[in-house]
């Protein structure tokens, strides 16, 4: 922490605040036209004199003349370096940059946990300091461009989390008035408290009065207890409600809500949550995915460039990685096609005239289509094995399978004479997957060892055959998948997010959730990164908010979890929809330029 402190204050001293200042070397000013031409330079030449005591240039002998050149030089490069740092009117200043504002912070928190105060644990701040690995985000390129996209739409994703805001308040004070202190009844022998409850008396809700909700049958009182979920889900208060709502408006236990106010109130307010659920997750929330895509589509536009992977220029070409073209491409035809006919042979000798039919056998139609016959046959075993089968069947699929196999090892044979060897065999990518395939199935069949089982799993991997012989499917791959440069950086970006608050969520609540023997909770770095991953799916999330908010650290966990889950799910997750969409304006435009 002292080492980024000192590097936080070298900073300030050099960048300035929030306005760039020039940083001027010691010595005596003098006046002289140097002084004058280089008084705003970043760092500026300030005299003769002071070169003289910096640079010591009376100690190489040189001349007035070679003084004022060497001047004029300095001056001119300062200039110069002025001008391409203020680019596009761009201030260098420290806080104008978001990667320094986020050191700052983290170093202003290290030292706020050294306060000590009884009501506020600040020994939390501590846990920010996870935050400093995301400075390393900046020196990815592809991150680096997701983040600057993002930062073009961040004003209108805070629009719609204004105007997310506004429906809260309306939704939030109308709950307060119809349902405050409504999930605080609940039915109970007399005398009897929740941690009390028998388990055969139903956890039923009701209400005081006679002429609405749900009346106690006897001998059970409607008693006033604690709400539920640790007492934070209920229309208490403007906060409770609020959370209350964030749960229904992600749609985790929004039914068993609903149905507990219900109980004690009146049956039509049910509308109250549908209505909630309208507006806010059918509309409100589906405007994310509209101003990330749309933004996104307009940085694409502008800058004529992928928001996802920046160096790849619309239309130039596929942009994927390698293995996508493993998959998407078909290398067998033209020029390699004509390489491998049959008049390429030489049938006067015996290797020819075999390489000639064996090349007649694999271009056949009726080969081919034989092939794709025992795929699909191959596919409909596989499937219809299941646990406790007969003996007999499952003997019988062994030979099935042991039978396919043999197919595909001729089929692979005939296709490396046919193409005259190995070396023109493995031209084709799809021809080394399926050679791979088979031998993963023969050595798994062969049961030499039970350590190669676990090979069996490489036969479903043999359907990509029927994938990428279905024109209209590779098509839709290609548009899909056609700049896996941007999908990877986006996977990326996700991973990287995911370990920077899985870090934090270990460093806040690490030891204090209820069931530590419990796989979802923060005791170390995996369960930390698989806890964060279910709130990203919106697994039983609320499950890490309740926890969270009993914790030492329960301030912080609305803002937390929360936090992560609407930047996780309403902004990470919607980025996919927005590469893909990207995706297959490239493909369109590049078809376009190709028939030019």
Request: charged share 15%.
């Amino acid at each position: 922490g002292l080492v980024f402190t000192i590097e936080m204050l070298a900073r300030l001293v050099v960048l300035g605040g929030v306005t760039r200042a020039p940083l001027r070397p010691c010595g005596r000013r003098t006046r002289t036209r140097h002084a004058a031409a280089s008084r705003d330079g970043l760092f500026s030449v300030s005299a003769p004199r002071a070169v003289h005591h910096n640079m010591h240039i009376r100690s190489l002998g040189t001349s007035l003349e070679d003084e004022g050149e060497l001047i004029a030089r300095l001056t001119a490069l300062n200039n110069d370096v002025n001008a391409r740092v203020s680019h596009h009117g761009r201030d260098t200043s420290y806080f104008r940059d978001p990667w320094n504002v986020l050191d700052a912070f983290v170093v202003a928190t290290f030292w706020l946990a050294f306060a000590d105060a009884s009501s506020v644990n600040f020994s939390a701040f501590r846990a920010f300091r996870a935050l400093r690995p995301m400075r390393a985000l900046k020196f990815f390129a592809g991150i680096r461009t997701i983040l600057d996209s993002l930062r073009k739409s961040w004003t209108l994703l805070l629009n719609v989390v204004l105007f997310l805001g506004f429906f809260f308040s309306v939704y939030g004070i109308v709950g307060i008035s119809m349902f405050g202190g409504s999930l605080s009844r609940r039915c109970l022998p007399p005398g009897a408290s929740l941690d009390t409850l028998p388990p055969d008396i139903p956890p039923l809700f009701c209400s005081f009065s006679t002429s609405k909700g749900t009346t106690c049958p006897e001998p059970l009182v409607c008693t006033r207890v604690e709400n539920p979920s640790y007492g934070f889900v209920s229309f208490d208060n403007i906060w409770l409600a609020t959370l209350t709502m964030f749960i229904v408006m992600t749609l985790e236990g929004w039914s068993s809500i609903m149905y507990s106010i219900m109980q004690s109130e009146y049956a039509i307010s049910a509308l109250y949550f549908i209505s909630l659920i309208i507006f806010l997750s059918f509309l409100v929330v589906n405007l994310f995915v509209a101003v990330i895509v749309e933004k996104f589509g307009q940085v694409r536009r502008e800058e004529n460039r992928s928001a996802f992977s920046g160096g790849s220029r619309l239309g130039s070409g596929a942009a994927g990685l390698p293995f996508a073209r493993f998959f998407l491409t078909n290398s067998d035809d033209g020029s390699i096609q004509l390489f491998y006919a049959q008049s390429a042979f030489d049938t006067s000798t015996c290797w020819g005239a075999l390489g000639a039919r064996a090349y007649a056998v694999i271009a056949s139609k009726s080969f081919e289509a034989l092939i794709f016959g025992c795929i699909l046959a191959n596919l409909v075993l596989m499937a219809s094995a299941h646990d406790g089968m007969p003996e007999g069947y499952a003997t019988t699929l062994y030979v099935c399978e042991f039978v396919f196999t043999i197919v595909f090892a001729v089929e692979m044979v005939l296709k490396i004479i046919g193409r005259r060897g190995i070396r023109n065999y493995c031209r084709d990518p799809m021809n080394v997957f399926d050679g791979l395939i088979v031998v993963a199935t023969t050595l798994s069949l062969l049961r030499i060892t039970r350590n190669l089982s676990f090979l069996r799993v490489f036969r479903v991997l043999r359907i990509t055959r029927l994938l990428v012989n279905l024109p209209s499917l590779v098509s839709l791959l290609k548009s899909v998948l056609g700049s896996l440069r941007g999908i990877a950086n986006l996977m990326a970006f996700m991973a990287f997010s995911l370990v920077t608050v899985g870090i934090l969520g270990m460093q806040l609540y690490a030891h204090t959730f209820d069931s530590p023997a419990d796989r979802a909770n923060f005791d170390n770095f995996p369960r930390a990164l698989l806890s964060m991953f279910m709130i990203l799916a919106g697994d039983a999330w609320p499950y890490f908010l309740f926890n969270g908010l009993l914790s030492p650290a329960g301030w912080f966990a609305p803002l937390f979890f929360i936090g992560f889950y609407i930047f996780g799910v309403y902004v990470l997750l919607n980025l996919f929809v927005a590469v893909i969409l990207e995706n297959f304006e490239m493909a369109e435009l590049g078809k376009k330029r190709a028939q030019l």
